[in-house]
């Protein structure tokens, strides 16, 4: 009895429609990957899984980072969840890129930034992440400077 209470507070949790998901398969091969999007640093090539990032709701992004690429100082407007799938990944926490104070994630290891968490990450080799969350996903640089799309619109 008290097994089928607690089971049925757990699913009355659940947000509506969260059982009623449809069956999706992806294979790596069949991954179309781009450049990344202006908000992160030239030099990634991104591939979405599932959803849009663009829109409200849940997304799964693969990104391809190569060995030394940074992403400065940054927070979203919603929680973020990496996986890393190959390479290492490092993170770290606060306003300033400190290399001394992020954890090197290897295949496997996984994060999670909470809304307005305010974060960075850089890779010391090829490396792939995944990334899931609620859209729509945004980002915004601690210091304006460091964002790419400020970058690209100082040349034009």
């Given at each position: 009895m008290r097994t089928t209470f607690v089971t049925a507070l757990l699913?009355?949790?659940?947000?509506?429609?969260?059982?009623?998901?449809?069956h999706m398969t992806v294979q790596p091969n069949a991954l179309k990957w781009g450049p990344s999007p202006p908000g992160l640093p030239p030099g990634a090539q991104v591939s979405v899984v599932a959803g849009d990032p663009g829109k409200d709701g849940p997304y799964v992004i693969r990104a391809k980072l190569p060995s030394g690429y940074k992403i400065p100082p940054h927070f979203h407007p919603t929680a973020e969840?990496?996986?890393?799938?190959?390479?290492?990944?490092?993170?770290?926490?606060?306003?300033?890129?400190?290399?001394?104070?992020?954890?090197?994630?290897?295949?496997g290891g996984f994060f999670q930034a909470d809304k307005d968490m305010h974060h960075y990450?850089?890779?010391?080799?090829?490396?792939?992440?995944?990334v899931h969350g609620m859209g729509p996903f945004a980002?915004?640089?601690?210091?304006?400077?460091?964002?790419?799309?400020?970058?690209?619109a100082k040349k034009q």
């Open positions: 699913l009355a949790a659940l947000p509506a429609g969260a059982l009623a998901m449809d969840n990496v996986t890393v799938l190959s390479g290492t990944f490092h993170v770290g926490m606060g306003d300033s890129f400190d290399t001394k104070k992020g954890e090197a994630l290897k295949a990450g850089w890779t010391s080799g090829p490396t792939v992440i995944q980002i915004t640089y601690v210091n304006p400077n460091d964002d790419p799309r400020n970058k690209s």
